[in-house]
């Protein structure tokens, strides 16, 4: 591993990531009880070019790190406080009763948020996605999956709609780790999530065909095969799947024949996977 690639060891609001190629701009990882995506988060993000803190929520709650610093704010997977008021529901509460002002104001302006996995079940429970009108309310939900059991699998994963977090993707590869990411909503709110292209990634096979709910392609028995939408301005993203846990090439589960493939072929070998293209689309947005 190169100089460019070592983990960062971060503190509750010190400065850290910093130097040639990194963006102004700093992320905060959301960090607490049972989070436990806070690493691979950071080092995904520092290769992409930008820098980040890793703050434990109780730390932004004493006002011992304010989160206007920031200009990414990213909850991580995990399983926090156990899940044991359903899925982000404790942490979701924690920061809608002592950080919900913050939070507004965070988003209202030119700011981005990313939840994934248990970090979408936070956005969703707090309303951040869909946000239809900035009421809040708490539209969709992420269900146990349909199998009734914790999914750890690969999928692939394509674009639903054209967006920042979006370009230049045709497709990712990564996995999943979660008992309840069965996306659910109203057919009224599905609508508009068409409607408004707020649908940011599905499930679907290998050549890129639907999956038309058929496991495992659709690990979870989501709703046409939704994996991640964004909010109605477009600057939140909530994701089931966890990118930021195959970042590099051999990270994905198949990599020996497709590099045995891509050798045969005259392909050079990558060092990493598709999925960096998502943080790097991050980046891009604050250069």
């Not at 809040?136 to 009734?148: H, Q, S, T």
């Not at 692939?156 to 069965?182: D, F, M, S």
Request: hydrophobic share 40%.
């Amino acid at each position: 591993m190169n100089a460019a690639h070592t983990p960062l060891t971060t503190f509750p609001g010190k400065d850290t990531a910093s130097g040639p190629g990194l963006v102004e701009e700093k992320a905060l990882i959301m960090s607490g009880f049972g989070i436990n995506s806070e690493m691979e988060t950071q080092e995904v993000l520092l290769r992409a070019g930008m820098g980040s803190d890793i703050v434990h929520i109780n730390d932004l709650i004493d006002g011992r790190t304010k989160l206007r610093h920031y200009r990414l704010m990213v909850f991580p997977g995990g399983f926090s406080y156990g899940d044991d008021t359903g899925a982000g529901n404790a942490f979701a509460n924690r920061v809608r009763n002592n950080l919900w002002n913050d939070v507004k104001e965070f988003i209202e302006g030119d700011n981005l948020v990313l939840g994934i996995c248990n970090g979408f079940q936070i956005l969703a429970n707090l309303g951040l996605v869909p946000a239809f009108d900035r009421g809040f309310a708490r539209d969709i939900a992420l269900m146990p999956n349909r199998k009734g059991v914790l999914e750890c699998r690969f999928v692939t994963l394509k674009p639903a709609a054209a967006n920042l977090w979006t370009k230049g993707i045709e497709r990712i590869c990564c996995p999943v780790a979660h008992g309840e990411g069965n996306f659910t909503c109203s057919p009224d709110t599905l609508c508009r999530l068409r409607k408004q292209e707020m649908i940011a990634f599905t499930y679907c096979r290998e050549d890129l065909s639907p999956a038309n709910g058929e496991y495992p392609y659709n690990p979870n028995g989501s709703v046409e095969d939704i994996a991640g939408i964004v909010s109605a301005d477009g600057r939140v993203l909530g994701l089931m799947p966890h990118p930021e846990r195959a970042m590099e090439f051999v990270n994905l589960y198949d990599w020996p024949l497709r590099k045995e493939q891509m050798i045969r072929d005259g392909m050079v070998v990558p060092d990493e996977s598709l999925n960096m293209q998502l943080f790097r689309n991050i980046v891009d947005y604050f250069r």
